[in-house]
């Protein structure tokens, strides 16, 4: 079954412009995951955020965690056309594995 | 650093005949994942396992999924019979623990026909 789930589904936005999107999730988790897929690709990491902590950064990338909404939201500032990928919350819940959400596809406009 | 190999890139089979994927994860990760990926979809979590003990294996179908991990290193999934919605990408992934970053290898795109 699938615990997290992204919003919105698909994203188009202008090259240099913000995007946002956001993971809701059920139950309590030990911490919340983002990772971006390219098409035909593997799966990358990108943020690990801790039930613990509020807000992440790495290079462009912003994660929040909002524990009380059981809400996420990924920021990716000055959007680039390598940006264009599918991307993923998952959730770890106690000692089971990593559940993946639908994705948010996103398409950045040159 | 070596990444998480996954063999074979591709593979083409017909309805109920069986085949089987394979997966060397990244040296010292005691986690290893299973997952499927039906395109357009999520990764869905076939199994879970700690060093070779299963974890999680809820959503393995298991009338025809089986999967090992010997040794607690490199891990097997097999379907048999394969079935027309088993078309999908065989996603293996490993960790440190549990609760750390998970590092995927590049999947077999399994077609069958």
Redesign the interface.
């Known amino acids: 079954?699938?615990q997290g789930e992204e919003d919105p589904q698909a994203l188009s936005i202008q090259e240099g412009e913000n995007a946002t999107m956001n993971c809701s999730y059920k139950t309590s988790i030990?911490?919340l995951?983002w990772?971006r897929q390219n098409s035909g690709?593997?799966?990358?990491?990108l943020i690990?955020i801790r039930s613990n902590e509020r807000e992440k950064h790495s290079g462009r990338l912003r994660v929040t965690l909002d524990t009380s909404k059981k809400s996420s939201s990924l920021l990716i500032t000055a959007s680039r056309a390598a940006d264009t990928a599918s991307y993923?919350c998952a959730t770890?819940i106690g000692?089971?594995?990593?559940?993946?959400?639908?994705?948010t596809h996103l398409i950045i406009q040159p | 650093e070596a990444g998480v190999a996954q063999s074979p890139r591709y593979k083409i089979i017909e309805k109920r005949q069986s085949v089987a994927f394979w997966c060397n994860p990244i040296s010292g990760h005691a986690t290893l994942y299973w997952y499927q990926q039906i395109l357009g979809q999520g990764p869905k979590l076939l199994i879970q396992f700690q060093n070779n003990g299963v974890v999680d294996d809820s959503q393995l179908p298991k009338d025809r999924f089986s999967a090992e991990r010997l040794k607690g290193v490199d891990s097997t999934l097999k379907i048999q019979p394969a079935k027309l919605e088993d078309s999908a990408v065989y996603l293996c992934a490993s960790s440190f623990s549990e609760n750390t970053e998970a590092f995927f290898g590049q999947g077999t795109r399994l077609t069958v026909v």
């Open positions: 079954s699938q030990n911490n995951q990772y690709r593997g799966l990358v990491h690990l993923f770890v000692a089971d594995g990593l559940t993946f959400g639908k994705g």
